[in-house]
């Protein structure tokens, strides 16, 4: 059989992807697959049909990896979390404050308000940042009647989207730690929390005209730590020298 006899037919058999019978020097030999009418099997590699596997499980829309799932949770849980920027703080509303900041507003700043504090002896610095981002996660500009009941089921839905894991525990924790009170840090929190009301309330009044005195007399006496107490004599004697 001529050479280029051998290469047209070898040709052929690969493009068909069907059996391919040659001769050479009177023995026979087969390659590349099988005919149609054939019942014999070709052999593939396992490497082959792993890689295929992977391939096909990888373009599968049903396939979901852990760091998908994780992905998914925390931006639909970062979606929901979307309402705390644009939802205005109730009492400024009420009030009649123009622009009034919104609920992530007020947590910002007291994230940055425990960030700056002086050390506190046994208090831990970034607990208390984390409970200032978290205490009103759940809010939604409801009356002090159904707030706790309601602040308590919304928070339990957004840390059922995180799946329920360690973060989700975490924030669950904190939350509770400050409804309850019942910590070093959850006072120090409670504290800024109201500081950083009539510190606002401060501003109002110097930028709108406002007269926002029962913020101040609401807050007054109740101030559980020393930072809390000195941040609130400032904030007092900046409003009556203004």
Do not use: W, Y
């Given at each position: 059989?001529?050479?280029?006899?051998?290469?047209?037919?070898?040709?052929?058999?690969?493009?068909?992807?069907t059996q391919l019978r040659f001769t050479i020097?009177?023995?026979?030999?087969?390659?590349?697959?099988?005919?149609?009418?054939?019942?014999?099997?070709?052999r593939v590699s396992p490497m082959a049909t792993s890689e295929r596997s992977d391939a096909a499980a990888a373009s599968s829309p049903s396939s979901s990896s852990p760091a998908s799932?994780?992905?998914?949770?925390?931006?639909?849980?970062?979606?929901?979390?979307?309402?705390?920027?644009t939802t205005k703080r109730a009492g400024w509303v009420k009030k009649g404050v123009e622009n009034p900041e919104s609920i992530a507003d007020h947590m910002y700043r007291m994230g940055v308000m425990a960030l700056i504090a002086a050390d506190i002896p046994g208090v831990n610095r970034d607990k208390c940042v984390k409970m200032?981002?978290?205490?009103?996660?759940?809010?939604?500009g409801i009356s002090k009647l159904e707030k706790s009941q309601r602040e308590q089921e919304a928070l339990e839905h957004m840390c059922k989207l995180l799946g329920g894991g360690p973060q989700a525990k975490e924030i669950a924790d904190l939350w509770t730690e400050y409804e309850e009170n019942t910590s070093?840090?959850?006072?120090v929190v409670k504290d800024l929390d109201k500081v950083e009301m009539i510190l606002q309330a401060l501003e109002y009044e110097n930028e709108q005209g406002k007269d926002l005195d029962e913020f101040f007399q609401s807050t007054a006496g109740k101030f559980?730590?020393?930072?809390?107490?000195a941040w609130a004599s400032e904030i007092a004697s900046r409003r009556r020298n203004h």
């Open positions: 059989m001529s050479r280029a006899i051998f290469k047209s037919t070898l040709l052929a058999g690969i493009s068909c992807s020097n009177g023995s026979s030999f087969r390659a590349f697959g099988k005919s149609p009418s054939s019942s014999s099997s070709s799932r994780s992905a998914t949770s925390a931006i639909d849980f970062l979606t929901l979390c979307h309402r705390l920027k200032a981002i978290v205490h009103d996660m759940a809010e939604d070093l840090e959850a006072k559980q730590t020393n930072i809390g107490k």
